[in-house]
């Protein structure tokens, strides 16, 4: 028994939509049916039906009961049925949603056990199995991402990460319909090398009638990842592992709405290259900078248009934490009060930044909060930060500080891309500092005045009596005049190269000081003798004696300074950046032992490189410290 069908054309409405070439035929106790062609637009639709009054959604527990009973129906249905095939060779949809037609075949076979369809295109395909013994429903989808771009827009930026298949299943038992288990899989790698290997998993449960999902798996796994920053920089790990860290509870309607989503981000070790002009050449020279690795804690909670977070980040050995928020266009973020230990973070940074390595700390912490506000509506925004360093000392290449403190407080305020500082406050204070001469009680208040640094005032004491200067602008060109008052000679003749001399006196000067782009340089700085002077004392020695012998203008010099009287001391001073100075010193005085009160002027000029004076007296300085603690 046969029967053939030509055309259907179930909308008068809707002609396009319509079932092609039906043959209906039974063999046995089987009926089949084969359709060569649905071609259906969903776009189309039948006039409105006339308005009847809405009626309220039904209850949970009156959905269910409607459900059981349209099932219950399902199934005596099924068992009244004969074993049957159906087979449709094409089905062609269209849709305003999609940019092409979805086609696929579609194959449906029922027996007396069970009902299996069957469903294949090239973007889709699906397998459907139905238990009718048992009521054991399972379906397993796959979605060819490759060709998801054909069909919907997608950004030019994603399309390369699309391939292979998305796995999707689906389990559950249609006596308990409410209830049921959802994976989803997926391998493959980000195109443009972004990663080479990539992995997605998710396993979870769904709760129809309360509308949630408890998800006990979340996995993104990536491997040998590169990721572009600039023509001149890419960043480079090994992995990114995104996990969850328990199980996670979301509310899949009105809305998506996180309730519990505790996650862990390991990012491991990484590293920076950067591509650099070397030589007269400019051939180009790839330099690499280590990182550490990274591990967070992130818990976000709430709707996509209103969510919040919970998070930490650990690296170095240190962890920060803190908390952000979206909401109503506006965005929040808050590092909570930290403390860290400074040694561990130094000691942790030295692997990584060579310049760190020869710091060695004994001690100090560091506190830091931050908390920033913005309007994606207005452009509008504020940042507010506090940053301290407390109790710092230990050295850095014979370089000695102690009782170092740093205190930063920031509030900026941004409206339309203008920036308000209601707030700049930068101070650093130093106790003990010795850079080969020593330095007592260092104080520098500073603005970063919105990335236009400013020194507004330092101040310290050395060599007997004290520098300072104000209003130093450290992008170049800077400019400011530094201070001297009540430096004593002795202690400058103490740690100058020949501190053998002895003498007395209180110096006093002003040195101006300009930054450039190659460094700071003095031109014409001028130091002077406070009244009524001082004196100078060259004593004999073995040197000057070979020198004095066979020369007797030396000789008479050194008479001359052997017990050396000034009334008058005036020295101009130059300094370049690279460390070499230059000093011309005229000395007004007397020698009574030699010349009486005959007054006698003396010229003298001296060229040396502080930097390397400085380098010097730090390394007699540790070597003495290395013979007394050990002899």
């Known amino acids: ?359 060695l700390l004994k001690s100090g912490e560091i506190k830091l909060q931050m908390s920033a506000d913005y309007d994606l509506k207005t452009n509008s925004g504020r940042l507010q930060s506090s940053v301290n360093v407390l109790s710092l000392s230990g050295e850095q290449s014979n370089v000695l500080f102690d009782g170092v403190n740093f205190s930063s407080d920031l509030d900026y305020s941004i409206n339309n891309n203008l920036v308000t500082v209601n707030q700049d406050k930068q101070q650093l204070k130093i106790d003990s500092l010795f850079v080969g001469i020593p330095v007592q009680a260092l104080q520098l208040d500073a603005q970063i005045n919105a990335g236009d640094p400013l020194i507004q005032h330092f101040k310290a004491r050395l060599l007997g009596g004290r520098v300072d200067f104000d209003d130093l602008q450290l992008t170049p060109p800077g400019k400011a005049v530094i201070a001297i008052s009540g430096i004593s000679l002795s202690e400058v003749i103490k740690y100058s190269s020949y501190p053998e001399i002895k003498g007395k006196g209180v110096l006093d000067g002003m040195l101006p000081l300009s930054l450039n782009k190659s460094g700071p340089t003095v031109a014409e700085g001028l130091v002077f003798a406070r009244a009524p002077g001082g004196y100078i004392k060259v004593p004999e020695n073995t040197v000057i004696t070979a020198m004095s012998s066979g020369n007797p203008a030396f000789s008479f010099t050194m008479q001359l300074l052997s017990n050396f009287q000034f009334d008058t001391l005036q020295a101009v001073i130059g300094y370049t950046s690279d460390g070499e100075s230059d000093l011309k010193v005229e000395i007004k005085g007397i020698n009574p032992t030699v010349s009486g009160t005959q007054p006698i002027t003396f010229n003298y000029s001296h060229k040396e490189n502080i930097l390397k004076l400085l380098q010097s007296l730090r390394f007699n300085d540790e070597l003495v410290r290395q013979i007394k603690e050990r002899y």
């Open 1 to 359: 028994m046969s029967s053939n069908i030509k055309r259907i054309q179930p909308d008068q409405y809707c002609p396009q939509n319509q079932l092609v070439d039906i043959k209906v035929f039974k063999e046995q106790d089987s009926v089949n049916t084969d359709i060569a062609l649905i071609d259906w637009d969903l776009n189309c639709q039948s006039p409105p039906a006339t308005p009847s009054t809405v009626k309220s959604s039904p209850s949970p527990e009156e959905f269910k009961k409607n459900i059981d009973l349209q099932l219950h129906k399902f199934f005596n249905l099924l068992k009244l049925l004969p074993e049957s095939n159906l087979r449709i060779k094409s089905v062609n949809l269209d849709s305003e949603l999609i940019n092409k037609k979805l086609s696929f075949s579609l194959q449906v076979n029922k027996t007396a056990q069970q009902l299996l369809i069957t469903l294949s295109g090239e973007l889709l395909k699906v397998n459907i199995k139905l238990d009718l013994n048992s009521r054991d429903l399972t379906l397993d989808g796959f979605v060819t991402l490759d060709l998801v771009a054909d069909y919907v827009n997608i950004s030019e930026q994603v399309k390369p990460l699309l391939n292979n298949a998305l796995e999707i299943n689906y389990q559950s038992n249609l006596n308990h319909w409410q209830q049921g288990g959802l994976s989803v899989n997926w391998a493959g790698m980000l195109a443009n090398n972004y990663a080479e290997q990539a992995e997605f998993r998710l396993t979870s449960e769904l709760q129809l009638l309360k509308r949630q999902a408890v998800v006990n798996e979340l996995a993104v796994n990536l491997k040998k990842v590169t990721l572009p920053l600039s023509e001149q920089q890419e960043w480079k790990t090994g992995y990114i592992k995104l996990k969850l860290a328990a199980p996670a509870l979301i509310n899949l309607s009105p809305e998506l709405n996180i309730k519990a989503l505790p996650l862990h981000l390991r990012i491991g070790s990484s590293a920076l290259l950067s591509k650099v002009p070397r030589g007269k050449s400019r051939r180009i020279r790839i330099d690499t900078q280590k990182l550490p690795s990274l591990f967070m804690t992130l818990a976000p909670r709430g709707t996509v248009a209103d969510i919040k977070a919970d998070w930490s980040l650990s690296s170095l050995n240190q962890t920060i934490s803190g908390n952000s928020s979206y909401s109503g266009q506006k965005v929040h973020f808050d590092i909570a009060e930290n403390t860290l230990s400074a040694k561990i973070l130094i000691d942790s940074l030295g692997r990584y930044i060579t310049d760190l390595e020869v710091v």
